[in-house]
């Protein structure tokens, strides 16, 4: 299937790309206004200190709570904790206390590396959580500078980072968003998330650069930008704050980025502007003053990326593509290309993984599926079929190997005649009208309803001065382009955006339309 069997474990990849690519630049990053350059020995000398500084507090297996934001030293911390043979479980940084103590209770958490800023907090956790037994304050990035050197290939700790790690055994707790409201903790193994970087169907370009946007908590961030680049030989810039995004845009002048599609509206409105006050510009030279020289591609994850949006990064010289993964499969399912064929897919099966379709749900079994739900024997047994394929809940088709999303199962509208309805299907056609920035659609006493959040700011900017008119207009023209059983009866404006979790998905708990969101 095109993986590389060498390579089985983190440990394992993290060896081979410093063997491989030794002195190349694997990360680059902004300490203040210093740009500072880890070469891909130089990180692996870094992961493995921090792994023999754990071993050196304990030797035994622990499951280690992390909580910090994205720069070099979490990216190495978060690798060496892997390569030491614990189990790690990333949290977001803005994690509450309440919601802390709930899931470390749930993962059986014994030690946390926390942030400086997280360390008050962390305090009132393990008075609250009696299970933690230890608290390893990060500081600031000087606190791994002594790490790094005390801990080296050459001090008395050298041997601690021989370790015998099972490949199939539990590496990583991921907690799902939690849009029906149960937060679940996906488990993988050192060889799920092997498998899901060290194959063959797409590689990154050994010069290529990759500007990376998300928090490394989520695993889709942590495999494609850093795991698949340790494989592959390419560079990460690590952005930090979406603050200075268009600043490092134009400081790392990188070839591509992975990016939620949320993110992707305001980039291609920053780069309408700039051709807007530079009309003398071609639409490339107006878009290298956002993104810089060399940026050609971006891929879109988490949600729906619009055709039209494509079409439209396309005049700029920018390839915009789609793939699709779940925490569940380490995350990729499918990846892009970036040729034609992939352009308004959800991507090409990366071949690691068996992927089918029955009664019109996504299906996969392989080598990247998680080993289960943690502690929760009942979710996992349910979120596989009697001959082992995981249920993704993702409506679809395949098509010559490419993959088409259609919308999610358990949203599913049923109608009293027996239609089966996609929200997602009639929420995407909205997909390119600016006005409606956010839209939920769902059933009420058997009709369909849509709920939408319109852009303020664009409503002011085009001087609407009915906007519930105009949303109707809007509304027709999409009904025109639906059957009537699937047209939207009523439609209702929201003064606030939707909740949304933390990769950027609209809660959809409260609405009515799944079933399994109200048990």
Request: proline fraction near 3%.
């Amino acid at each position: 299937m095109g993986i590389n069997t060498q390579i089985l474990t983190v440990k394992n990849l993290v060896d081979f790309a410093a063997e491989k690519y030794s002195q190349k630049d694997f990360c680059r990053f902004f300490r203040g206004d210093e740009l500072c350059v880890k070469s891909f020995s130089e990180f692996r000398d870094d992961c493995f200190a921090v792994s023999r500084y754990i071993r050196s507090i304990e030797n035994g297996k622990m499951h280690i709570g992390f909580i910090g934001k994205t720069n070099y030293e979490y990216v190495a911390c978060l690798t060496g904790m892997i390569c030491s043979g614990n189990v790690v479980v990333p949290f977001a940084p803005d994690i509450s206390v309440d919601e802390a103590c709930q899931l470390f209770d749930d993962a059986d958490i014994q030690m946390l590396f926390c942030e400086e800023e997280f360390s008050e907090k962390a305090q009132e956790i393990s008075k609250r959580y009696s299970g933690l037994k230890q608290i390893v304050s990060l500081g600031d990035w000087q606190w791994f500078d002594g790490i790094f050197k005390n801990y080296s290939a050459t001090s008395e700790y050298a041997s601690l980072s021989e370790v015998e790690i099972d490949p199939q055994s539990c590496a990583l707790i991921i907690y799902t968003s939690g849009t029906t409201g149960e937060r679940k903790g996906v488990m993988l193994s050192n060889s799920n998330l092997t498998a899901n970087s060290c194959y063959e169907t797409y590689k990154v370009e050994e010069d290529d650069v990759t500007l990376s946007l998300l928090p490394m908590h989520h695993v889709f961030c942590y495999a494609c930008d850093v795991l698949k680049i340790l494989y592959d030989g390419a560079t990460v810039c690590l952005n930090g704050s979406l603050v200075n995004l268009y600043k490092n845009f134009l400081a790392f002048q990188p070839t591509t980025t992975r990016i939620v599609p949320l993110l992707c509206k305001s980039l291609l409105t920053k780069i309408k502007i700039a051709e807007r006050k530079n009309p003398q510009l071609t639409p490339r030279e107006a878009a290298e003053k956002v993104v810089g020289k060399n940026f050609t591609k971006l891929i879109a994850g988490s949600a729906f990326l619009s055709g039209a949006l494509i079409d439209e990064f396309e005049k700029y010289g920018i390839a915009a593509r789609q793939g699709y993964g779940m925490s569940e499969c380490s995350p990729r399912i499918s990846v892009s290309d970036f040729s034609e064929v992939c352009k308004y897919s959800n991507g090409i099966l990366h071949g690691v993984d068996d992927v089918r379709v029955q009664d019109g749900e996504i299906q996969v079994k392989g080598p990247s599926v998680m080993l289960g739900y943690y502690k929760k024997p009942e979710r996992t047994a349910e979120a596989f079929t009697e001959d082992g394929y995981l249920h993704t809940g993702d409506l679809g088709y395949i098509e010559e190997n490419h993959v088409f999303l259609v919308g999610r199962k358990k949203n599913l509208i049923i109608l009293s005649n027996g239609e089966n309805v996609s929200p997602e299907e009639i929420e995407n056609k909205f997909a390119d009208d600016g006005i409606v920035k956010e839209i939920v659609v769902y059933a009420e006493k058997d009709s369909i309803v849509a709920e939408i959040y319109p852009d303020e700011q664009l409503v002011l900017t085009l001087q609407i001065e009915n906007l519930e008119d105009e949303i109707a207009k809007i509304v027709d023209k999409v009904n025109s382009q639906l059957n009537t059983d699937r047209q939207i009866h009523t439609f209702r404006l929201r003064e606030t955006p939707f909740a949304r979790t933390t990769t950027g998905k609209i809660k959809r708990a409260q609405f009515n339309f799944a079933e399994d969101e109200k048990k």
